[in-house]
C-alpha cells in the first residue's frame, strides 16, 4: 500500500466512531426540543425556607469576596441560611481578606481555614462538613455571582425528599475577551442548553461542583465527599443517584467566568476528561449492571462520563486527514474528491448543529462564526490534551494525571483576583 492509501484507511477507519458519535449529537439535539421543560411538578408549599448553608470553597481566590458579597444580599430570610468560606489559602493577605468576613459578621459568616490542602476542594468540602448547620448545602466556586432569587428558586424541589441534588444553568461573565473565552463558554452552554434538560427528564443530572445544591442527607447516605476524585461533583452525583434519590435541573442561571488563557483552558478540561473517565471505571458495575438504573439513566451517565474519550479518534482521524493530503496527488484535489469531502463534512458536523441549536436557544447566534472556527482551531489543540488525558485515564489508573496529586489537582485561574487583591 503506498502512503497515501494507508493514510486514508486510517482516515476512514477513525471516520466511523466520529459519524456515530455525529450522529448521537443529531439525536440529542432533536430529543431535546421534546423533553427541554424543566418546569417542576412538585406541589409547592409556600413560604418554604429550610436552614441553608452556603459553603465557597477558595484557594488563594480574593475574588471570592464578590462571591460573598453577592450571597449576603440573597433574598431570603437571614436566621434561615448561613455563609460558610471554605478557604485553602496559602496566601496570607487573601486568608486576611477572607477572614475579615467572618469577623464583621459573626453568627452569619463562618471562615473555615485548614494547614493543609489533603484532598484540595472535596477534601476541604468533606472536612467542614461537621460545621454545617443547614439541611441543604448550597455551593458556589468563588468566581460565580448569584443572584438574588438563588436560593427561593433552588430550594423549591427540595419540598419532594426524594431529590437530593438541584442543578442550576451556568452563565458567564467574560465570554468576549477572546476566542479561547468564547469557546469555553460555548461547551458549556451546550452542556447546559441541550444535555442538561435530557439529564433532567432521564433523572441522571450531574452535580456541576457549583451553581446548584445538595441535601446534606444525601451526601451522608454516600459517604462524604470522596476526597481522591478530582471531578467530585460526578462521583457524588453517580453514587447518589445509586442510592434511588432524585437529580434536578432549574433554568435558573448564575454568572461565572470561564479560562481565559489557552494553558488554563486546557488543564480544565484535561482534568474534567481524566476525572469523569475515572467516575465512569470506577462505578461501571453500578452503571451498566444496576437494576436501580433504567435504561434512559444508564445511557446519559454513561455519555457524560465517557463522551470525552472520543478526543484520540478525533484527532487520528485530523492527523490521517492532513497526512493524505500531503501524500496526495494532484487529481484528489478534483470534483469528485470535493463532493466527497463535503459528504464526510455533513455527516460528521453533529456537533455543529448541536452548537448551532444551543446559540438560537440563548439568542446568540452571532457567535456562530466564532463557535466554526474555534472548533477548527482550538478543538484540534483540545483534541490533543485530552487524548492524554484519556490515555492516562485508561492506562494509568494508579497514576495521577499529572506527576503528582498535587499537580493534578489545579484551581483554574480567577480574572477577578488581582482586582480584588489590591
Not at 430529543?31 to 488563594?60: A, E, R
Not at 463522551?307 to 496526495?328: E, V
Amino acid at each position: 500500500m503506498t502512503p497515501q492509501e494507508i493514510t486514508l484507511f486510517i482516515y476512514n477507519l477513525a471516520l466511523i466512531p466520529v459519524v456515530f458519535f455525529s450522529l448521537l449529537f443529531l439525536i440529542l439535539s432533536a430529543l431535546n426540543l421534546f423533553v427541554d421543560n424543566t418546569k417542576q411538578k412538585d406541589k409547592k408549599t409556600k413560604n418554604y425556607y429550610p436552614f441553608v448553608t452556603v459553603q465557597i470553597p477558595s484557594f488563594n481566590d480574593p475574588v471570592a469576596v464578590r462571591c460573598i458579597k453577592a450571597c449576603m444580599k440573597l433574598n431570603y430570610p437571614k436566621d434561615k441560611y448561613e455563609i460558610m468560606i471554605v478557604d485553602d489559602s496559602t496566601n496570607k493577605e487573601t486568608q486576611r481578606i477572607l477572614k475579615k468576613f467572618e469577623t464583621e459578621n459573626k453568627g452569619f459568616i463562618k471562615y473555615v481555614h485548614r494547614e493543609n490542602r489533603e484532598g484540595y476542594k472535596p477534601g476541604a468540602l468533606k472536612d467542614a462538613m461537621h460545621l454545617v448547620k443547614g439541611e441543604i448545602i448550597a455551593i458556589f466556586d468563588a468566581d460565580f455571582i448569584p443572584k438574588k432569587d438563588f436560593l427561593k428558586i433552588i430550594v423549591e424541589p427540595f419540598q419532594n425528599p426524594k431529590v437530593a441534588i438541584v442543578q442550576g444553568r451556568q452563565g458567564f461573565i467574560n465570554t468576549e475577551k477572546n476566542l479561547i473565552t468564547k469557546f469555553a463558554a460555548y461547551l458549556l452552554m451546550i452542556h447546559h442548553t441541550i444535555l442538561m434538560p435530557i439529564n433532567h427528564k432521564f433523572n441522571s443530572v450531574f452535580f456541576c461542583g457549583t451553581g446548584g445544591a445538595i441535601r446534606k442527607k444525601a451526601i451522608d447516605d454516600v459517604g462524604g465527599w470522596n476526597a481522591d476524585s478530582i471531578t467530585e461533583d460526578s462521583d457524588l452525583s453517580v453514587k447518589i443517584l445509586s442510592k434511588g434519590y432524585k437529580n434536578v435541573y432549574v433554568k435558573f442561571e448564575t454568572p461565572s467566568e470561564v479560562p481565559e488563557t489557552i494553558e488554563a483552558f486546557l488543564k480544565q478540561q484535561q482534568r474534567w476528561t481524566f476525572g469523569n473517565i475515572r467516575v465512569f471505571i470506577d462505578n461501571a458495575k453500578q452503571i451498566i449492571f444496576s437494576k436501580k438504573f433504567k435504561f434512559g439513566q444508564k445511557f446519559m451517565m454513561t455519555f457524560v462520563t465517557l463522551g470525552p474519550g472520543i478526543a484520540p479518534i478525533i484527532l487520528l482521524m485530523t492527523l490521517a486527514g492532513f497526512a493524505g493530503w500531503f501524500f496526495g496527488e494532484p487529481q484528489l484535489f478534483g470534483v469528485q474528491q470535493l463532493m466527497e469531502f463535503t459528504a464526510k463534512f455533513f455527516i460528521t458536523a453533529g456537533f455543529l448543529l448541536m452548537a448551532y441549536i444551543t446559540l438560537y436557544k440563548q439568542r446568540s447566534l452571532k457567535h456562530f462564526p466564532s463557535l466554526v472556527l474555534a472548533t477548527f482551531s482550538i478543538s484540534i489543540v483540545l483534541a490533543m490534551a485530552n487524548s492524554v488525558a484519556v490515555y492516562k485515564a485508561l492506562f494509568q489508573k494508579n497514576k495521577h494525571l499529572y506527576k503528582d496529586k498535587k499537580n493534578s489537582w489545579i484551581s483554574t485561574p480567577k480574572t477577578g483576583n488581582a482586582k480584588f487583591l489590591k
